[in-house]
């Protein structure tokens, strides 16, 4: 075996020397190393091991203690702690590490993230279609709108019109619009046939006719 002073800081796998430390190498790694840049031999005497390599490399742990794995670490050169000018070479580690995956509510991923029970997708109750204003359409938007709707939905919407905007070509177009939705009902199915013939024979303009489920 033989030993060099380390000149310059030197990093691996498994080890990191920092300026000024004497270690232990093979008399291969000893010619490979001791080029008078990086290092330089040490004869019997003139000096001590620093350490053991292996055991340098820093431990990396997160809050609650759990070790992090290394990804890179390298030992650099760097001036004293203030008011320690005592001559001695200082250096640092710079050490890169990778985290651990988070998930919501703050904790670790320890597997891989938790699929949709495609059971529960079923069972959600879909989102409300936005409800039409007639206030925030043009006459011949809301006229447009009133041709694909039943009689209920365009009893709201011609109700809402009249109690905003109360537009004439909207109002005039009144009983043959609802005429109409009443049409789409049957149509649809919505309205059994003799409860709109009923309301139809008393001209579209008497009270909406009491309906229930037969």
């Not at 232990?24 to 330089?40: L, M």
């Not at 989102?127 to 709201?156: I, K, M, Q, W």
């Not at 939705?181 to 919505?190: C, I, L, N």
């Amino acid at each position: 075996m033989a030993r060099i002073r380390v000149l310059e800081a030197i990093a691996g796998a498994d080890f990191s020397w920092s300026p000024g430390d004497v270690v232990e190498v093979s008399e291969e790694e000893a010619e490979s190393w001791a080029d008078g840049h990086r290092a330089v031999r040490v004869e019997d005497g003139e000096g001590s091991v620093a350490y053991a390599a292996e055991h340098r490399l820093p431990v990396v742990v997160s809050e609650d203690g759990q070790e992090l794995d290394i990804v890179e670490a390298e030992a650099e050169s760097t001036g004293p702690l203030d008011g320690r000018d005592d001559g001695l070479a200082w250096s640092r580690w710079r050490v890169t590490v990778r985290l651990p995956s988070e998930v919501p509510g703050g904790g670790q991923e320890d597997g891989p993230p938790e699929q949709a029970d495609p059971g529960d997708l079923e069972n959600q109750e879909p989102e409300a279609a936005p409800v039409f204003d007639p206030d925030e359409h043009s006459n011949r938007e809301v006229l447009a709108y009133l041709e694909t709707v039943g009689e209920e939905e365009a009893l709201r919407v011609l109700d809402a019109e009249a109690a905003g905007q109360n537009r004439a070509g909207i109002a005039k177009n009144r009983a043959a619009v609802l005429e109409a939705a009443r049409a789409r009902d049957v149509a649809e199915g919505r309205v059994r046939p003799e409860v709109a013939a009923d309301f139809s024979r008393g001209g579209g303009v008497a009270e909406q006719p009491e309906t229930r489920d037969w």
